[in-house]
């Protein structure tokens, strides 16, 4: 039992977990938008996201991390280092004209991260714009580059499909500041922070409305893709308010992160019934 539970502890903690949920964020795009060939960016995404999120996380240990730093640490800087030079070899497949696109998200993940403003601080640590800055990141790699990926066009469906992602990992995201209330400092002023843990829980809840009735307003829209919309609306609004500052280890780090996966598995179902 304890071989298992290390397993599984050691697929969060390097960031696997997340990566899927943003390879999946990637591939529902490219179904929602009928784009067949994307295989090649989902891999680049998977991996990245190991080696971006381990950056992130280990590169200045957190009080977060700190506990559970134990003799995976090895096992995690193997597969990082595996990933970055997987990362590296898809990098290279890339058209220039890609990389450019994809460039201001990779240096706001350093900026994220690295101590490069007065003071020594990062972006993380600027009050009251870290969940802004994950937002416009997952957005940027999930549904624009893609696009421009597959050479798709940015007409009014894609911009809303961008709005809808942004509130989408914006709410996702609020689950782990509420987690996260005894852990952050004071000088971060986010969400739960400055407003509650309550008023959070509805802030998420209108946008969760605002995310869902945006669909009605894309001119290519099917049956399927409308029903996935209003179930991961409800999925997402029940782990918000399910969501404690007490809560069980694998809450956020597993459940929470699972709803992209959840999205995607949906969206696949839905269309294999309905097409």
């Known amino acids: 039992m304890k071989t298992i539970q290390s397993i599984f502890n050691f697929y969060l903690n390097s960031s696997i977990h997340v990566a899927l949920a943003v390879a999946s964020l990637v591939k529902l795009t490219f179904l929602k938008f009928e784009i067949l060939e994307g295989d090649m960016y989902v891999y680049f995404s998977f991996v990245g996201t190991i080696v971006a999120y381990n950056f992130v996380k280990y590169a200045t240990i ?40 994809l460039f201001p998200f990779v240096l706001l993940t350093i900026l994220y991260t690295v101590p490069v403003f007065p003071n020594k601080k990062n972006l993380r640590s600027v009050a009251g714009i870290k969940i802004f800055i994950i937002g416009t990141t997952w957005t940027g790699i999930t549904v624009l580059v893609p696009m421009l990926y597959a050479e798709g066009s940015l007409g009014l469906d894609m911009v809303i499909e961008i709005i809808q992602r942004f509130l989408f990992i914006v709410v996702i995201m609020l689950p782990f500041e509420i987690r996260d209330l005894q852990y952050d400092s004071r000088e ?88």
């Open 62 to 101: 957190s009080k977060l991390y700190h506990k559970r730093l134990t003799k995976s640490m090895t096992g995690i800087k193997i597969l990082t280092s595996i990933c970055l030079v997987i990362f590296v070899y898809f990098t290279f497949q890339l058209s220039l004209d890609i990389l450019m696109y």
């Open 188 to 275: 971060l002023e986010t969400i739960p922070q400055k407003i509650g843990i309550t008023r959070t829980k509805v802030f998420g809840s209108i946008l969760l409305v605002i995310f869902l009735l945006l669909t009605a307003f894309k001119d290519d829209l099917s049956f399927a893709e409308i029903l996935t919309t209003v179930l991961i609306t409800i999925v997402s609004l029940l782990f918000l308010w399910g969501t404690d500052k007490k809560q069980s280890e694998y809450f956020c780090s597993f459940w929470v992160e699972s709803i992209p996966i959840m999205w995607l598995f949906t969206l696949v179902l839905m269309q294999s019934l309905f097409g």
